[in-house]
């Protein structure tokens, strides 16, 4: 038997489920309203402490030991010592991966600092 399941996370954080209904009486595009409305529904009746909120950066200057903190590193730095070796060991389309990466990646956020 096929289920439609809707998977989210509680105030906990905790992982659960809800069942949405048998996958051969309801259609999929149902199911998918049925999600839709539980997530807005879980959405107006979150508190607002668990709404995303702004990030500040840390600051540049470590008080305590009155130390500059180091420049930061680039997206492009991060995949040449980091990712490229990453994906040269562990995945089988390396030489395409690296074509998207040199033609799209790098040129619109290399120059960027990485978070």
Request: proline share 8%.
């Amino acid at each position: 038997m096929r289920t439609y399941l809707y998977r989210f996370r509680d105030e906990a954080g905790r992982l659960r489920r809800m069942r949405i209904g048998d996958a051969r009486v309801l259609k999929l595009v149902e199911a998918r309203a049925r999600v839709m409305s539980l997530r807005a529904q879980a959405e107006a009746s979150r508190p607002q402490s668990f709404a995303p909120q702004e990030i500040s950066a840390p600051p540049a200057v470590n008080e305590r030991a009155g130390a500059v903190a180091p420049a930061p590193v680039t997206y492009g730095a991060f995949l040449d010592r980091y990712y490229i070796p990453f994906i040269e060991r562990t995945h089988r389309g390396v030489v395409a991966e690296k074509s998207y990466i040199a033609n799209h990646v790098r040129s619109a956020f290399g120059g960027w600092p990485a978070p």
